[in-house]
C-alpha cells in the first residue's frame, strides 16, 4: 500500500488497515469511486467500518454485513442493488487478485479492467 511508511489508520475505529483486501479506500479506488489523484488525501477505512459499501460484497471470503435504515440494500432498487453487488464484488475479488501478485504491480493497473478503461477517457 502507498503510505507503507506511515501506515494507513481507519478513520472509524482507529485501527492500522494492514491489508489491502480490508481497505475500503483501495476498494473504492478500484472500482472506479475514487480518482487515483486523492488516493493519498482520502480519509481509510476497514471494510467492516464502512457497512454501506460492505453490504454489497458477496464472496466467501468475505462475511456478508447487514445494514439497518434506509441504506439497507435489501429496500434499495433491485435493479441498482443488483448492479452494485456485482461491481463491488469484482472489486473485491480484484483486491485479493492484487495481494496474490508475485511481483509489484503498478497502481495504475489496480483497477478493475473496464474501470481502468475509463480512467483514460
Do not use: W
Amino acid at each position: 500500500m502507498m503510505k507503507c511508511d506511515e501506515g494507513y489508520f481507519c478513520e472509524v475505529c482507529g485501527k492500522d488497515v494492514s491489508a489491502i483486501i480490508d481497505s475500503d479506500l483501495y476498494l473504492r479506488f478500484v472500482i472506479g469511486e475514487l480518482d487515483p489523484e486523492q488516493l493519498h488525501l482520502t480519509p481509510e477505512r476497514h471494510l467492516r467500518c464502512n457497512p454501506v459499501l460492505a453490504q454489497f460484497i458477496e464472496d466467501q471470503r468475505f462475511e456478508p454485513l447487514i445494514v439497518d435504515g434506509p441504506l439497507d440494500r435489501r429496500t434499495l432498487d433491485a435493479a441498482f442493488a443488483s448492479q452494485r453487488t456485482e461491481l463491488v464484488s469484482r472489486g473485491y475479488r480484484r483486491l485479493h487478485e492484487i495481494l496474490q501478485q508475485e511481483t509489484d504491480l503498478d497502481m495504475r493497473d489496480y483497477p478493475l479492467a473496464d474501470v481502468r478503461a475509463n480512467y483514460l477517457h
